[in-house]
């Protein structure tokens, strides 16, 4: 009586589990099959009970479960299955109200060993855990997973786009700075420059006036050999001022100071053409002449390391901002310097037709390999070692050729050397914002 009692409070508390519950033998015959099951599946226990499982729901994966099932039969052990492996055994419908992915109920599946008094098993349980709401967390959480990480993603593109802005704002910033200083510098050495060669013409116009007066002492000194004190005199004093050379020498320093403060007023006109800050907008200039006045600003690059050969084709004036063309020129001829490692040569060609005209400065240095031709106008792309070169050179050029509605496209062969060809239109049908973005 109490065993039947036993029994009875078994059946009735697998009947109202909320979960599946069935049983079968060493034949997968079903033995048991609990409430959850037949509603389900919508196959009752009468239907189901003393019938081959496979038999009965042929779209079970019959290999994997059998494999499950005679496992636990022979290692007398439990066995477990998560929905995150298979996400169900029996495709069960859910009454969840879910936006998109799931389509069945998740199960979590534990096949147990019952055994007999000498310790054989002689049924598996097989019980099915309903884990849909669970599924439904994990998918929800794995979405807002994804998504943070496309926003991180996001935010790392924007990170990177402000950093460009900055770094491209930085340096122009600083080659504003820099021009306005040129500028400055070029009025202030100009005006000393103007009178101190306004001195040294007049100067030289005086000594020759006074060297015309010693040239006609000179003339009368035979008429003082009637005095011998005075012409004594006068032979000794040309002796202490070695007259003879400085005749000579004193010209020659004249024309030698004047030929220098004709180079500095050369190297102040250069500055001046460089910065154009007085030529910020839209106007008619000579490339040439603008590339020539960077040449002479970089000089000092340059000089030891290359020969400049010039192949002009005579440019007509062409309509851009003649500052920020020369800040390409500027970075264009540095890089060809740097490029050269001993002794080279940096070429400069221009040409043109009726619509654009072209400028090319080449080199014979390193040259670029083929995997990093198309990054050179990446920002902060360089190959340059760290401190040497911040990548942004390139960037900022390309980006006022683009400005310029040009191009500017490279060539290069490692070993042999690099070729930028700049491009402009001669004429502007519309003219983009001055200055940098």
Avoid at 237 to 243: I, P
Avoid at 250 to 266: A, H
């Amino acid at each position: 009586m109490h065993e039947a009692i036993d029994r009875s409070l078994l059946e009735f508390i697998v009947e109202r589990l909320e979960a599946g519950v069935f049983v079968v033998d060493r034949d997968y015959r079903v033995v048991l099959w609990n409430r959850f099951m037949a509603m389900h599946s919508q196959r009752s226990a009468k239907e189901v009970v003393g019938r081959n499982l496979f038999e009965s729901f042929p779209e079970l994966p019959q290999k994997w479960l059998a494999r499950k099932i005679e496992g636990v039969f022979i290692l007398k052990n439990y066995a477990f299955t998560s929905w995150e492996q298979r996400p169900f055994l029996f495709r069960f419908n859910h009454n969840r109200p879910i936006t998109g992915g799931i389509d069945a109920m998740r199960q979590n599946c534990i096949l147990l060993p019952q055994k007999d008094a000498a310790g054989e098993v002689k049924h598996v349980c097989v019980t099915l855990l309903d884990f849909t709401d669970t599924a439904m967390y994990q998918m929800r959480l794995n979405e807002l997973i994804d998504q943070l990480k496309e926003e991180k993603a996001a935010q790392q593109v924007l990170i990177g786009k402000l950093e460009d802005a900055q770094g491209q704002l930085l340096q122009s910033e600083k080659m504003a700075s820099i021009g306005q200083l040129a500028a400055g510098v070029a009025h202030e050495i100009n005006n000393p420059i103007g009178f101190v060669n306004s001195n040294l013409g007049s100067l030289k116009g005086q000594v020759e006036s006074l060297l015309s007066v010693l040239s006609a002492y000179e003339e009368v000194e035979n008429a003082l050999k009637g005095q011998p004190d005075l012409l004594a005199s006068l032979q000794q004093a040309k002796v202490a001022a070695d007259l003879d050379f400085l005749r000579d020498d004193i010209l020659d320093l004249i024309n030698e100071s004047l030929d220098g403060v004709q180079r500095v007023k050369k190297i102040v006109e250069n500055l001046r053409d460089f910065s154009r800050v007085d030529a910020s907008e839209w106007h008619y200039a000579n490339l040439e002449q603008g590339l020539e006045s960077t040449l002479n600003i970089v000089w000092n690059e340059i000089k030891y390391k290359a020969e400049v050969v010039r192949e002009y084709a005579g440019l007509p004036d062409v309509e851009c901002i003649a500052a920020q063309i020369n800040q390409v020129f500027m970075n264009l001829l540095v890089n060809a310097a740097h490029a050269i490692a001993e002794r080279g040569t940096i070429t400069l060609r221009t040409g043109f037709d009726e619509r654009e005209v072209w400028v090319e400065i080449e080199d014979t240095g390193v040259g670029i390999k083929q995997e990093n031709l198309k990054r050179v106008f990446e920002p902060f792309f360089t190959t340059k070692p760290i401190g040497k070169g911040t990548g942004l050179g390139l960037s900022l050029a390309y980006g006022i050729v683009q400005r310029h509605q040009g191009g500017l496209e490279v060539q290069s062969e490692p070993g042999k050397g690099t070729r930028f060809r700049l491009t402009l239109p001669r004429h502007h049908t519309a003219q983009p914002a001055p200055g940098y973005d």
